[in-house]
Structure formats: C-alpha cells, structure tokens
C-alpha cells in the first residue's frame, strides 16, 4: 500500500481508502452485516488503513459498524474519516436547507444539510459513540449549508480541534468560493469531491486552488458507483430501492460499454481487474492525493488493495486517456 499526507495535517492515509458508503444499506439496496465487518477488516489486513463513513450512511449503521469492526485493531494504526451536516432524524427542527427525501424500508424521511456549531456538536458526540473512539482523525461537512454562515462552521471545527476530539478538518463538495471563505477561520486539510474517468470537471478549476492551497483532494466515486466495472452492462439488474437506477442515466451508456470493453482488453494483459485499472489510474491524475473505494466483502475489499500493487507506463496511461477521450 501506498501512504500520503493529507494537505497540511501530519496525517498519514492510505491511498487506496475504505469508503463505507454502500455498507450503510439505504439507498444501496440493503447490506449483510458480516460481510460489511469482514470487508473492513479484509481492506485493513492489506494495507488499506483509512476508513471514510457518515452518520448519514445507513443513519448510523455504517459508523456503528465500523467501531464495532476496528474494536480488535491498535486505533492509533486506523484514520477514521467521518462527516456532518446532513440530518435526518429531525433534530434540526425545520432548520438548514432541505436537501431530498431518503427512503428507508418504504418510509420517506427528509433530510436537510444543516451545520450550524450546536449540530456538529451534536453530531459529533453521536458520532465519536457509534465509532467506539475518543477522537476522529478528519472531520467533513458533508454538503454546504447556505443557512448557516461558514465562518461558524468553521469556528465550531476549530474547537473541535482544540479539544482533541478532531485531528484535522475538511470539507466536501465545496466550491472554490466557499473554501475561500472558510480558509478566513481555520486552514483546511481537505475537499472530499466527486472525481472519475467520466467526471474530471475539478481538474480545471478546482485542483489548481487546493494543489495551491496544500489542500488535500479526497475522491469519491471514482469507480462512478459501480458502473465502471462493467458488471451493470452483464447483469443489470438493481433492487428497486438501488439509487442507481437513476444516478446511471446521466450517462450515455453505450459509450461507458465501449470505453469498459476497451479498458478491459489493457486489464487482461496486465492479469487484475477492470476495477483495479480504473482505481490506479485514479490515484495517478494530478491532485489528488486518496481515493475512496467501496467493498460490500472481503474478496472486494482485498481486490481495491491490490489495485495500487502495479504500475502503469506513459503508453498504457497514454491508452486509458484516449479510450476516455472518446465517451465526451
């Protein structure tokens, strides 16, 4: 495994890391509980030694999961990732922009991006219990709130941090802008933002201010939710309460089917994955400095590893880019 620092914190992650997302059940069609714990103690036997989750993840099941699943494991070796801001259970009273209707088991429940300094308090005293720990390694807000002013935002990370229950604070899907705004109050560590072979919109705007910055780029989606895998174009069928089934529409899928099938003709004469090609190349563009990888088992969980245990030449990358020059 390979390990970077994260922008300007003494922060140590590993560059392939465990995003726990899809473990969290809702919007992913359910999970298996043992699997989940399997995957992450799997990705963290091979290296892989961050974890990213939010409460908003499952409502809680991700985080609990993961405290429950490092229990055995020496903290100080494991950087947990979480996040804020994105609440469900009503505690914001109507307050903070409301965000979307999640489903859980048939039951819509409203979600509002809220980050004012009383709720990331709150949450993060929810979130250090379902952990199991006394500290987070990196805080994020999970979405802007346009209620809330940023400087309390960050004003309310920065205590954080002088308590010692954060290491450091980031932010994620933020703008240029808004991370101007909040480097006025505290020096972030971090953007956690979408990034793939089909959605590279940041390399142009967005990476410049944070390589400028030493801010650090957390990306997430690369293997865009699946779809990279090529597993959609052979067994299509999602559960009914699986987001995907509208997320992938914004492609245009018979072109993402020839870049796959392209992809997976340099993948066989290298002997790994389709997922594995797509995952170190991602950690080899400019800026970015981890990638967040899914892994609903332990089979998956130690193929994401094994995805930064080769190489790839100028020719081959040369290859990927031209394959992926052809989807736009």
Do not use: C
Request: proline share 2%; net charge neutral; hydrophobic share 35%.
């Amino acid at each position: 495994m390979e390990y970077r620092k994260l922008g300007n914190t003494e922060l140590e992650l590993s560059t392939i890391t465990y995003g726990a997302f899809a473990i969290g059940g809702n919007m992913w069609g359910g999970n298996e509980k043992a699997d989940s714990i399997a995957s992450i103690h799997a990705s963290i036997d091979h290296g892989v030694t961050t974890i990213d989750t939010a409460p908003f993840y499952g409502f809680g099941l991700s985080e609990q999961m993961i405290g429950e699943a490092i229990k055995s494991h020496d903290r100080s070796k494991v950087q947990l990732l979480t996040k804020f801001g994105l609440v469900w259970d009503g505690s914001n009273n109507g307050k903070g922009d409301f965000f979307f209707d999640a489903d859980d088991n048939g039951k819509k429940i409203p979600v509002y991006k809220y980050a004012s300094k009383s709720n990331i308090i709150k949450e993060v005293e929810e979130s250090l219990k379902r952990l199991q720990t006394d500290y987070i390694d990196l805080l994020q807000i999970h979405w802007p709130d346009s209620t809330t002013p940023i400087h309390e935002t960050m004003e309310a990370l920065e205590t954080l941090i002088q308590q010692g229950k954060i290491r450091a604070a980031g932010v994620s899907n933020y703008s240029n802008s808004q991370i101007q705004k909040a480097q006025k109050t505290i020096k972030l560590a971090s953007n956690q933002v979408p990034f793939s072979m089909l959605n590279r919109k940041i390399e142009t705007d967005l990476i410049p201010l944070t390589s400028k910055e030493n801010i650090g780029i957390i990306a997430y989606s690369p293997m865009e939710r699946g779809l990279l895998t090529g597993k959609y174009f052979t067994d299509s069928k999602l559960k009914d309460n699986d987001h995907r089934n509208g997320y992938f529409g914004q492609f245009d899928l018979q072109k993402v089917k020839t870049l796959v099938e392209e992809l997976s003709s340099l993948a066989n004469a290298k002997h790994i994955s389709i997922s594995q090609l797509v995952l170190r190349w991602t950690t080899l563009q400019k800026g970015i400095t981890i990638v967040l990888a899914g892994a609903r088992n332990a089979e998956q969980a130690i193929s994401n590893a094994k995805a930064i245990d080769f190489d790839l030449s100028v020719s081959e990358l040369d290859f990927i880019n031209q394959a992926i020059s052809k989807v736009k």
